[in-house]
């Protein structure tokens, strides 16, 4: 597999409290190849989330490099990083981020309607992912009358609409019960196998075994890196 990320030396530091610095991530180096499913594990303030914005052009690291194919991403302009972004990468959240007030395929379409891409192309790919994972006949429903388990569908629907080269997931199950959550990891597995690349942040350590790859962070630091031990979704 090839390369898609590679993270040499990435440090991220904040301004705390009385002017103390916060290191969030710290001299981290590691790549994530094509075709991987990476879950990303570790206490809260370990730097999860910051390394999953990182990645996606989202917070420029204060040291070191991150390079998206042979592209040094935060050595684009803003903009271009925006169009990057759009592109390539696609975001999934625990909080899912609905417009309340556009009806799920609308919701879908926003990422290619932002990419300028034509309207009735956005609709046609849109309808075709919700009619993948169960939701045909609630296309025209909004956010608040769907469950918590069809609202992270439809979210999901939204990140791959532009056909990521990478799905980017901060605790994307981390609202959802016991059933959602195998419902979710079951389409995200199945995205997967036909070569999508995903990094993903849990704090279920059951459930980060699921991937293929598990990377632990404690303090910012990468302190494991392994293959996943367990392939099958059965937690």
Do not use: W
């Not at 990476?38 to 490099?65: D, E, I, N, Y």
């Not at 006949?137 to 532009?162: D, F, M, W």
């Amino acid at each position: 597999m090839s390369e898609l990320v590679r993270l040499t030396s990435a440090t991220k530091q904040f301004s705390g409290r009385q002017g103390l610095s916060v290191t969030a991530l710290k001299d981290v180096t590691l790549s994530i190849r094509r075709g991987e499913f990476v879950m990303v594990v570790g206490p809260s303030g370990s730097g999860k989330s910051t390394l999953l914005f990182t990645v996606g052009g989202m917070a420029r690291p204060t040291g070191g490099t991150v390079h998206f194919g042979d592209t040094d991403v935060y050595a684009l302009s803003p903009s271009r990083r925006a169009a990057l972004r759009r592109a390539r990468l696609g975001f999934i959240f625990q909080t899912f981020n609905l417009l309340p007030y556009l009806s799920c395929l609308d919701n879908v379409t926003v990422p290619a309607v932002l990419d300028g891409q034509p309207r009735k192309a956005g609709l046609a790919r849109g309808r075709e992912l919700l009619g993948q994972i169960g939701l045909a006949a609630r296309i025209a429903h909004r956010p608040a009358e769907l469950s918590v388990g069809e609202r992270q569908r439809v979210a999901l629907c939204r990140s791959l609409i532009n056909a990521p080269d990478l799905l980017l997931a901060d605790e994307p199950t981390g609202n959802l019960d016991h059933q959602a959550t195998l419902g979710v990891l079951e389409l995200f597995k199945a995205q997967n196998a036909l070569g999508l690349t995903i990094l993903m942040v849990t704090h279920d350590l059951n459930l980060a075994e699921q991937g293929t790859r598990l990377i632990r962070l404690e303090a910012g630091s990468v302190v494991e890196d392994r293959p996943c031990r367990h392939s099958g979704v059965s937690v």
